[in-house]
C-alpha cells in the first residue's frame, strides 16, 4: 500500500471511533491532513469549534496564523503534514486528558510511522511533552524548550524534533508572536538544509 492509502486507512478508523468519551461530543473527528511524501509533520493539539465542523486540521483563527508561520519557512499546506494529540474536540476546548491522550495518540503513532517524517514540529505544551515522553527526553516547558532541534529516535526513526508554541499563543500575545515567527525563521534555515541534503 501507498503512503496514501496507509493514511487513508487511519483516517477511516479514527472518523468512526468510539474509544474514548470524546465521540459523543463531536462533530467530525479531524484526523489530519496533507503531503503524504511529507518529510515535515506538525503536531498540534485537539480539534477546535472549526475543526470540528470542517474535519480539517487548523481552520480556525490559529489556523490562518499557522498558515502565516508556514509561509515564514518556505512551506505551504500542500508540502506538510498536520496532525493533532487528540482527534476529536474537547468540549468547550478544554485540556486533553491524560486518558483521552493514551487512547488516542496510536492514530498519531501510526501516522508516524507511515509518514517516516525527518523533521517533527510540535506545537504547544501538550504536543511537546508527548513526543519528548516517547523519546525520554525530559520536557520542563515550551517556554524552555521552544526554538532548539533535538535529535531522537523515535518509534525506530531517526527524527529531528522542533517544538515551539501553539500559534494559538499568537492570538494573545504578541510577545508569543514573534517568537513564533522567529522560531519559524530557525525552521526554514534548518530545512532548507536538510533539503538538500537528501
Ligand atoms: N488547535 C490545535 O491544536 N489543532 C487544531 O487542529 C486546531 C487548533
Ligand atoms: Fe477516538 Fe481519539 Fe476521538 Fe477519543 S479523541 S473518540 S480516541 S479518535
Known sequence: MSRKEL??????EVVVCRKCELWKTRKNAVPGEGNPDS??????EAPGYWEGIKGKPFVGAAGNFLDTLLSIADLSRENVFIGNILKCRPPKNREPLLDEIETCTPYLDSQIQVLKPKIIVTLGNHSTSYIFSKVAIPFNGITQTHGEFFEASILSMQVTIFPTFHP??????GKYKELLQRDFQLLKHRFTNQRSSV
Open 168 to 173: 494559538a499563543a499568537a492570538l494573545y500575545s
Open 7 to 12: 493514511l487513508d486507512a487511519v483516517a477511516s
Open 39 to 44: 518529510q515535515i509533520m506538525f503536531i498540534g
